[in-house]
């Protein structure tokens, strides 16, 4: 089992565990939990620890639905400092890019029109993902595990309706497996190329200074790009990101504490940001 098809596992066994942990509530014994995913308590441990570092027991404190509400207590991050204080590097995922890219609005008005898009189908480790990307980096990540496959190529598809689609993995093959954390071999780093409008790219640019285990609101981002009215219009374009869990939207919450929404469902959200708080503390 290669790297990529290991973290797909362990994800498919951590939505299970979500589950049972919503069905149960706080406090389920990893005897329990073991029992009901039919593996010996020590195998479902060493399956926990090995994709997020820490205890089944721990990890449950992330994935409570007042977990959100925590991180803006303890990890909001103010973006207009982010970069100065070298927060926006800190986090895995953001040493991996050598650079971003947008598009041009007048580019992007003509729906990906002469514009080669290549795609290919990848584990990750939120489950099957579907990654899109031009001859400039990576445009667009969506995951299968909610929406099915048919409708997340149908998604993004979408967004480019004028485009040529070819599919071809092994041409994006390098780039995911640095994305994915699972090139460590791989020297090459793995660009993103942005398609979207002037608005949504603010969004998403702004997005990307978010560290790794921290979060912001959807008024503080509206506030960084001087559009502190427009609170509205930002949560649109955070959830049109095309390029899921790079630019990372699933970090952007309610100023109450609520999730929000999640273009690929909450529960891949909830299971990102409990992944992302436990390797911080690993």
Known sequence: MNAETQEGYHFQVMRRAIDLID??????????????????????????????????????????????????????????????????????????????????????????????????????????????????????IGFAEEMGEEATMEDLVSRWPKAEFIEDPMMLRPWVLTAYGAGDQITEKAPLYLIGSAL?????????????????????????INRPRAVRAVGTAVGRNPISLLIPCHRALRKSGGLGGYHWGLPVKRAILAWESARQEA
Request: charged share 20%; proline share 4%; glycine share 12%.
């Open 200 to 224: 949504q790219i603010k969004v998403w640019e702004a997005l990307l200074e978010i560290p790794s285990g921290h979060v912001t609101t959807y008024s503080e981002i509206a506030r960084v």
């Open 23 to 140: 069905q149960g509530g706080p406090g389920q014994s990893l005897n329990d939990l073991a029992a009901e995913m039919n593996m010996s308590p020590a195998h479902f441990q060493r399956l926990f620890t090995t994709w997020v570092g820490v205890s089944p027991k721990r990890y449950q404190q992330y994935l409570a639905l007042g977990h959100a509400k925590s991180l803006l207590d303890q990890r909001f991050t103010t973006l207009g400092t982010a970069h100065e204080l070298g927060l926006s590097g800190s986090g895995r995922l953001h040493d991996l890019f050598l650079r971003w890219e947008a598009m041009s609005p007048g580019e992007y008005a003509r729906k990906g029109e002469g514009l080669k898009i290549y795609w290919g189908w990848f584990d990750s480790p939120f489950g099957l993902s579907l990654v899109m990307g031009t001859e400039k980096g990576i445009c667009g």
